[in-house]
């Protein structure tokens, strides 16, 4: 299997190919310049494997939660990608792949991005016998003090959540907090590594099937009134 992924939900920009069991990633903190970076890097990580586009058996893409420009891009470019080579896409929870840069002994992981406006993406999970994270809820976004957090006696958090609200979230969590990294984003490495189980699962679909998710729908509605009011 030839998979290619790519995650442009944060301010972390990275492109990832699968080949086999070798995975190689290309990744870069680039604040607003994931339209001009993710390009490159996908031709880079081709050459590098000594492929074209038209080798690839399947496409990923983190499908968010996360900022919205970010998350369109992703969205659009893989769609493109995936029709034009008429491949099947995957989409990825881009929380889901933050939550795999959890140190491996962590039983629960805690998901968090930074969202702006005082409020947070996160979901929860729980790692099963087999080593995979299963989700713990449902993905939500929200100010730190109002998340619903299972009640479990041990937490590793990830993400960028965690440098814009650690006070509360260690207040909230207390003891059970086991480590902490802020700087953690969702990488196309993580993706692909999801990607590559959910089509071994039989989970790729039409490149149109597979949706953004915001959390954030007012931001969404907002910016197309925006451009409904420009046109």
Request: glycine share 10%; with cysteine.
């Amino acid at each position: 299997m030839k998979l290619l992924a790519i995650e442009t939900t944060t301010e972390s920009c990275s492109a990832a190919l699968a080949l086999g069991d070798e995975l190689i990633q290309r990744s870069e903190l680039a604040p607003r310049r994931h339209a001009e970076r993710i390009i490159p890097m996908i031709d880079e990580l081709l050459a590098e494997a000594g492929i074209n586009r038209h080798a690839l058996d399947v496409l990923a893409v983190g499908r968010g939660p996360g900022a919205f420009t970010g998350v369109r891009l992703g969205i659009s470019l893989a769609q493109g990608m995936a029709l034009g080579l008429d491949r099947p896409l995957i989409g990825v929870s881009s929380l889901q792949a933050l939550a795999l840069a959890a140190p491996l002994e962590a039983g629960h992981v805690l998901a968090v991005i930074d969202a702006r406006m005082g409020e947070l993406y996160a979901a929860a999970y729980r790692r099963d016998p087999e080593g995979e994270l299963q989700p713990l809820g449902r993905e939500q976004v929200a100010p730190a003090a109002s998340l619903v957090l299972p009640d479990e006696a041990e937490w590793a958090v990830v993400g960028t959540g965690w440098l814009a609200a650690g006070e509360i979230l260690e207040s909230r969590l207390g003891p059970a907090v086991r480590s902490a990294q802020g700087e953690r984003y969702p990488q196309a490495l993580a993706v692909a590594q999801l990607a590559a189980a959910k089509f071994l699962r039989g989970e790729a679909m039409a490149p149109e099937l597979v949706q953004p998710v915001y959390l954030r729908d007012k931001v969404a509605e907002t910016l197309a009134e925006r451009a409904a009011q420009r046109g």
